[in-house]
């Protein structure tokens, strides 16, 4: 017997709708399409690429609503997304509220977003003749980096890959640069999704006790779904760890997912794992180019990729054999996605172990007031490593009082000697300062005028280089400097306070004989820049290591002894509630990088607020006992975690209009949700004008997460749909920053 109803398949629209969308399709195609396979629909006028997300059941009459319309086409022989990834991508988009359509292409690759085919050829480079010849190799003498890359092709008679070319720090620049040379030659080829045995390439460390105990915790569960919190210090041997359950998992021919913070994947890390590894690794990160990170998606996709190692982006990747994840530095801030779809890495990658039965290790050595919420509700196992793994041992910390202390471009006498003195003995120095650029402020001596954005509520930060100019670190306005002081005339225009340019010219005049390494966006912004000064820090020279956060993340910097933090003081005066953690997590952190190699390491904190709890408890107890605190006051002050949030963020040109907007819907969710949702707000956002728009936000707190969402769910549909349109809206659930 013939069906009554139209054949019809229920699709995700790349489209800011929370909805899907049905489609009708043909007998055939009914029978042929299963849910994440990629289909085209007229949408609009537009035609869109749509994924698959199920068959609607025969019995099921069609929605008046709309005109049922035919899809075109069908793109896949396969399904592309597995539906474990289907339900995480569904539940993310309920969960954080952001539209399904676009949340569900975030798993895919743009290439793939755009309807390109799945078969995908890709770059292979080859010697050409004329480099076997002796005599052209010899010119290659003055360049080191491409007399590297010739000899790593020369062990791949028939051609290696230009991403595993990449993988060996083999820059594809450097290829097109020995290809000019007519050395070496590309083609393209398919690409062989099949897989290999997974070996270890070098031996395991022997783990010591506390190493042991965390692997017999871990190693028993593989097959199952659990959480840890693995908490050691820096240097503990955490990443020994993961190496050693990451082996557990490969040997049985199941796959990995790693994910590490936006910096973090730095050509360390991935050394790491290859040295440790014969096995294929997929890189996922932001710096990807189109077809490679295509390339790099389909090892995961396929199989073949033991090891998935990336950047938040990377947790949707479809990964069939999956049986770990690991989260290393899981309290980084860059896991929280702050733009649109506003996912949390590390919660999402908690709900993803749970649905693909495997354990998921977050690690740290400064967890989250959240993960440690966690812990002590039993809900991530928490395991400690006290103890610093092979010789190390913690730094000593000492705070300076920069009211009293004599100082000289802005280093106490103090510390000045102690670098003095770390230098002497032929060790390493960092300095640590978060805040690029030459100086925060510029100010005129005889009025008192300052150099403002005139978009933002802020300072403009004066630079130097690579010309003297001022700089909006917030909206991105650059302007020239002016010669004279635009208010009095005067040519009384002068630089306040320090940013790393100007400490490092403070330090190279006072240490003339030594390296000063400035890392900062401004100092590593071109390719290579960061590798060149990591081979400069892990040669065996005394040297001074300048720079903001990036320094603070987990590198091993073998012979840095003395560790100088200059100005960490705005953290310790905001009035954001999460600002103690953040400040708390980067001292220690940039504390770690002191003293892991042989010799005993020193830690130097310059501040105006010597008497301030936060370092007290720090340098007395260390930052369990602050996390310890931190949460029990958090529970007094019946602040997240002991109450689920959501920040609703507006912003318009005009800022009566936008605050009456969000006043008039928090009355709403108020009447609405009674007594279970407590509405914070609206109120100004720390910087009020950005950008030469007005912002503003308000918070939203409940103790039953359930309640929260039911009634905000309801409530920020309404609102979006009556939203003038020049009020622009956001939502951010369990948000983590309130700028
Ligand atoms: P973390 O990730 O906790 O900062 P790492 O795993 O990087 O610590 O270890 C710090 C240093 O200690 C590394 O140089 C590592 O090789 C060494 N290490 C780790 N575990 C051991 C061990 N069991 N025996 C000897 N050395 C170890
Ligand atoms: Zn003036
Ligand atoms: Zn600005």
Same mark, same amino acid.
């Given at each position: 017997?013939?069906?009554p109803l139209p054949?019809?398949?229920?699709?995700?629209?790349?489209v800011?709708?929370?909805? &899907?969308? @049905?489609?009708?399709?043909?007998?055939?195609?009914?029978?042929?399409?299963?849910?994440?396979?990629?289909?085209?629909?007229?949408?609009?006028?537009?035609? #869109?690429?749509?994924?698959?997300?199920?068959?609607?059941?025969?019995?099921?009459?069609?929605?008046?609503?709309?005109?049922l319309?035919?899809?075109?086409?069908?793109l896949?022989?396969?399904?592309?997304?597995?539906p474990?990834?289907?339900?995480?991508?569904t539940w993310?988009?309920?969960?954080?509220?952001y539209?399904?359509?676009?949340?569900i292409?975030?798993?895919?690759?743009?290439?793939l977003?755009?309807?390109h085919?799945?078969?995908?050829?890709?770059?292979?480079?080859?010697?050409?003749?004329?480099?076997?010849?002796?005599?052209? =190799?010899? !010119?290659l003498?003055?360049s080191?980096?491409?007399?590297?890359?010739?000899?790593?092709?020369?062990?791949?008679?028939?051609?290696?890959?230009?991403t595993?070319?990449?993988?060996?720090?083999i820059?594809?620049?450097t290829?097109?640069?020995?290809?000019?040379?007519?050395l070496v030659?590309?083609?393209?080829?398919q690409?062989?999704?099949?897989?290999?045995?997974?070996?270890?390439?070098?031996?395991q460390?022997?783990?010591?006790?506390?190493?042991l $105990?965390?692997?017999?915790?871990?190693?028993?569960t593989l097959?199952?779904?659990?959480?840890?919190?693995?908490?050691?210090?820096?240097?503990?041997?955490?990443?020994?760890?993961?190496?050693?359950?990451?082996?557990?998992?490969?040997?049985?021919?199941?796959?990995v997912?790693?994910?590490?913070?936006?910096?973090?994947?730095?050509p360390?890390?991935?050394?790491?794992?290859?040295?440790?590894f %014969?096995?294929?690794i997929?890189?996922?990160?932001?710096?990807?180019n189109?077809?490679?990170?295509?390339?790099?998606?389909?090892?995961? !996709?396929?199989?073949?990729?033991?090891?998935?190692?990336?950047?938040?982006?990377?947790? &949707?990747?479809?990964?069939?054999?999956?049986?770990?994840?690991?989260?290393?530095?899981?309290?980084?801030?860059? +896991?929280?996605?702050q733009?649109?779809?506003?996912?949390?890495a590390?919660?999402v990658?908690? &709900?993803?172990?749970?649905?693909?039965?495997?354990?998921?290790?977050?690690?740290?050595?400064?967890p989250?007031?959240?993960?440690?919420?966690?812990?002590?509700?039993?809900?991530?196992?928490h395991?400690m490593?006290? !103890?610093?793994?092979?010789?190390?041992?913690?730094?000593?910390? !000492?705070?300076?009082?920069?009211?009293?202390?004599?100082?000289?471009?802005g280093?106490?006498? /103090?510390? *000045?000697?102690?670098?003095?003195?770390?230098l002497?003995?032929g060790? $390493?120095?960092?300095?640590?300062?978060?805040?690029?650029g030459?100086?925060?402020?510029?100010?005129?001596?005889?009025?008192?005028? $300052?150099?403002?954005?005139?978009r933002?509520?802020a300072?403009?930060?004066l630079?130097?280089q690579?010309?003297?100019h001022?700089? #909006?670190?917030?909206?991105g =306005?650059?302007?020239?400097?002016?010669?004279?002081?635009?208010?009095?005339?005067?040519?009384?225009?002068?630089?306040?306070?320090?940013?790393t340019?100007?400490?490092?010219?403070?330090?190279?005049?006072?240490f003339p004989?030594? %390296?000063?390494?400035?890392?900062?966006?401004?100092?590593?912004?071109?390719?290579?820049s960061?590798?060149?000064?990591?081979?400069?820090?892990?040669?065996?020279?005394?040297? *001074?290591?300048?720079?903001?956060?990036?320094?603070?993340?987990g590198?091993?910097f073998?012979?840095?002894?003395?560790v100088? *933090?200059?100005?960490?003081?705005?953290?310790?005066?905001?009035? %954001?509630f999460?600002?103690?953690?953040?400040?708390?997590?980067?001292?220690?952190?940039?504390?770690?990088?002191?003293?892991?190699?042989d010799?005993?390491?020193?830690v130097?904190l310059?501040?105006l607020?010597?008497e301030?709890?936060?370092?007290?408890?720090?340098?007395?107890?260390?930052y369990?006992? +602050?996390?310890?605190?931190?949460?029990?006051?958090?529970?007094t002050a019946?602040?997240?975690?002991?109450?689920?949030s959501?920040?609703?963020?507006? @912003?318009?040109?005009?800022?009566?209009?936008? =605050?009456?907007f969000?006043s008039?819907?928090?009355?709403?969710?108020t009447d609405?949700? $009674?007594?279970?949702?407590?509405?914070?707000?609206? /109120?100004?956002?720390?910087?009020?004008?950005?950008?030469?728009? &007005?912002?503003?936000?308000m918070?939203?707190?409940?103790?039953?997460?359930?309640q929260?969402?039911?009634y905000?769910?309801?409530?920020?549909?309404y609102v979006?749909?009556?939203a003038?349109?020049? /009020?622009r809206?956001? /939502?951010?659930v369990?948000?983590?920053?309130?700028?």
């Open positions: 017997m013939n069906n054949f019809r398949i229920r699709v995700a629209v790349p800011p709708i929370h909805e &899907y969308f @049905d489609y009708e399709v043909s007998a055939q195609q009914y029978a042929d399409i299963q849910a994440g396979m990629r289909v085209t629909v007229p949408f609009g006028r537009q035609t #869109c690429v749509a994924i698959v997300i199920e068959k609607v059941a025969l019995d099921v009459p069609p929605s008046t609503q709309f005109k319309k035919k899809i075109i086409q069908i896949d022989e396969q399904p592309l997304i597995d474990h990834i289907l339900q995480l991508l993310s988009a309920q969960y954080y509220m539209p399904l359509g676009e949340v292409q975030s798993a895919l690759p743009t290439r977003r755009q309807g085919h799945y078969d995908c050829v890709t770059t292979q480079w080859q010697l050409t003749p004329l480099a076997h010849e002796e005599n052209t =190799l010899k !010119q003498k003055r080191e980096k491409q007399r590297l890359a010739v000899e790593y092709i020369q062990t791949h008679p028939h051609g290696v890959l230009e595993e070319l990449n993988l060996h720090g820059s594809t620049a290829l097109k640069a020995l290809e000019k040379k007519q030659q590309q083609n393209e080829v690409i062989d999704f099949s897989r290999k045995p997974v070996g270890l390439a070098e031996k460390l022997t783990a010591n006790t506390e190493q $105990q965390a692997l017999e915790q871990i190693v028993p097959q199952n779904y659990a959480g840890y919190l693995l908490d050691g210090i820096t240097g503990s041997g955490k990443t020994e760890v993961y190496l050693q359950v990451m082996w557990q998992v490969l040997k049985q021919n199941k796959q997912l790693v994910l590490v913070p936006e910096i973090g994947l730095t360390q890390t991935i050394a790491r794992f290859r040295a440790r %014969d096995c294929h997929a890189l996922l990160h932001s710096g990807l189109d077809t490679k990170r295509l390339h790099a998606w389909q090892q995961a !996709q396929t199989g073949q990729a033991g090891i998935i190692l990336g950047t938040r982006s990377a947790l &949707y990747t479809p990964i069939p054999d999956l049986g770990l994840i690991i989260l290393d530095e899981e309290h980084d801030l860059s +896991f929280k996605q733009e649109g779809f506003r996912y949390h590390r919660d990658a908690l &709900y993803r172990g749970y649905l693909a039965k495997c354990p998921v290790i977050l690690g740290s050595a400064t989250s007031i959240d993960s440690f919420a966690l812990a002590k509700q039993g809900k991530l196992k395991i490593l006290n !103890q610093r793994a092979g010789h190390a041992r913690m730094p000593k910390m !000492q705070i300076l009082d920069l009211k009293i202390a004599p100082k000289q471009h280093l106490s006498l /103090i510390l *000045i000697e102690k670098i003095k003195a770390t002497q003995q060790q $390493q120095v960092l300095v640590f300062l978060n805040r690029r030459y100086a925060p402020v510029l100010m005129c001596e005889s009025c008192a005028w $300052q150099a403002n954005c005139p933002c509520d300072h403009f930060t630079h130097t690579p010309y003297q001022l700089h #909006c670190h917030h909206c =306005l650059i302007q020239t400097l002016p010669k004279q002081c635009p208010a009095c005339q005067h040519p009384t225009l002068k630089p306040i306070g320090l940013g340019v100007k400490i490092e010219e403070g330090l190279k005049e006072l004989e030594h %390296d000063v390494l400035r890392v900062d966006k401004d100092s590593t912004r071109h390719v290579g960061l590798e060149k000064i990591y081979a400069q820090i892990h040669a065996e020279k005394p040297l *001074i290591l300048l720079g903001t956060q990036m320094l603070a993340k590198h091993h073998p012979h840095v002894s003395l100088a *933090i200059l100005d960490i003081d705005a953290g310790l005066l905001s009035v %954001d999460r600002a103690p953690e953040r400040t708390a997590q980067l001292i220690t952190q940039v504390a770690g990088r002191a003293g892991r190699g010799y005993h390491g020193e130097i310059q501040t607020r010597p301030h709890p936060i370092l007290h408890t720090l340098l007395e107890h260390g369990r006992t +602050f996390a310890e605190q931190t949460l029990k006051e958090r529970e019946c602040l997240p975690p002991y109450r689920y959501i920040l609703i963020r507006s @912003d318009a040109k005009n800022e009566q209009h936008n =605050l009456a969000l008039q819907n928090a009355k709403l969710l609405n949700a $009674q007594q279970s949702v407590d509405v914070w707000g609206p /109120i100004p956002a720390p910087m009020q004008r950005k950008a030469g728009k &007005y912002h503003a936000h918070l939203l707190l409940a103790s039953s997460r359930v929260l969402h039911h905000v769910k309801h409530w920020w549909q979006r749909a009556t003038p349109s020049d /009020i809206l956001s /939502i951010d369990d948000p983590q920053e309130f700028g």
